[in-house]
């Protein structure tokens, strides 16, 4: 396997703070990024990887935007080449980054433009996030979390209506109210609509409760000093419906990908510890 050393770090592309979302100025983080993904493309010169896989590849070492800022300072130095696929659904498309030397692209692209299209369909997504807030909203009733309302915009007299947000759950346990998001996606959630479900929280007078598969450590700080808790459950959880394609997903991509039939009874207990050492 070739050392990221082979790549000379003070060549690496640097982006202005505009490219790194206005959030980061480039650091050594940028900087091994590049390298982690320089020696990953040297050892697997035949293989392709789209953009998305890179970013949940290397997420608990870098930030989504900054494996993405550190593929694009490559693909501008030539260290990478790139092509794009439009969705069969048209309007998006997928990245798809390999080495120079990689001539021969045409069948894994399409191979993993299948899968992407499979797990991409309306009725997938939807089922996931049903799945999902099933699973969750069951789990914590038994830990005698016991949700009390949904889509909640209004609680207590106040009503909030500064955007059309609303959250998708209101759990009480204890006499204590907790504003629940569960996101079950690939992706993080949106920073814009993080922040404004934050200060729903805070203008209802309950505590934010975020269960996300993964989200940078920032946001679950954030969560934190506000007085709530963020619940981390890694896999994207699938219907069992869709075990064929979970299995497909994890063995051609490598993606964390899940079909449970319940939620970690760790992971409902360390929240019902937290819940009654630090919130009653």
Not at 20 to 39: H, I, K, P, R, S
Not at 85 to 113: C, D
Not at 242 to 250: H, M, S, T
């Amino acid at each position: 396997m070739a050392n990221s050393n082979d790549f000379d770090r003070y060549e690496f592309y640097e982006p202005d703070e505009e490219a790194l979302e206005g959030l980061y100025a480039v650091d050594n983080y940028f900087y091994e990024a590049q390298n982690d993904l320089a020696a990953l493309f040297t050892a697997n010169p035949k293989k392709v990887y789209y953009l998305r896989q890179l970013q949940v590849r290397l997420e608990k070492k870098y930030f989504h935007w900054i494996t993405n800022n550190a593929a694009v300072g490559l693909l501008r130095l030539g260290r990478l080449k790139e092509e794009r696929v439009v969705s069969a659904r048209g309007g998006m498309f997928t990245r798809f980054l390999t080495h120079p030397s990689n001539r021969y692209t045409k069948r894994e692209i399409k191979r993993t433009q299948d899968i992407i299209e499979e797990y991409s369909r309306p009725e997938v997504t939807i089922s996931c996030g049903i799945r999902a807030e099933n699973l969750f909203c069951a789990g914590l009733a038994e830990k005698g979390f016991m949700p009390k309302d949904k889509k909640v915009r209004s609680f207590q007299g106040k009503t909030w209506e500064k955007s059309g947000h609303d959250l998708d759950y209101l759990f009480e346990r204890d006499g204590i109210h907790y504003g629940c998001e569960i996101k079950n996606t690939l992706t993080y959630i949106d920073k814009e609509e993080f922040v404004t479900k934050m200060e729903m929280c805070e203008f209802l007078g309950i505590k934010p409760l975020f269960i996300m598969r993964y989200t940078p450590k920032t946001y679950m700080w954030e969560i934190y000093k506000k007085g709530g808790y963020g619940m981390l459950f890694e896999y994207q959880i699938y219907d069992l419906s869709q075990k064929e394609l979970v299995e497909k997903i994890r063995e051609t991509l490598g993606m964390p990908v899940d079909c449970p039939r319940a939620i970690p009874e760790g992971m409902l207990e360390r929240f019902k510890t937290w819940h009654l050492e630090k919130a009653v």
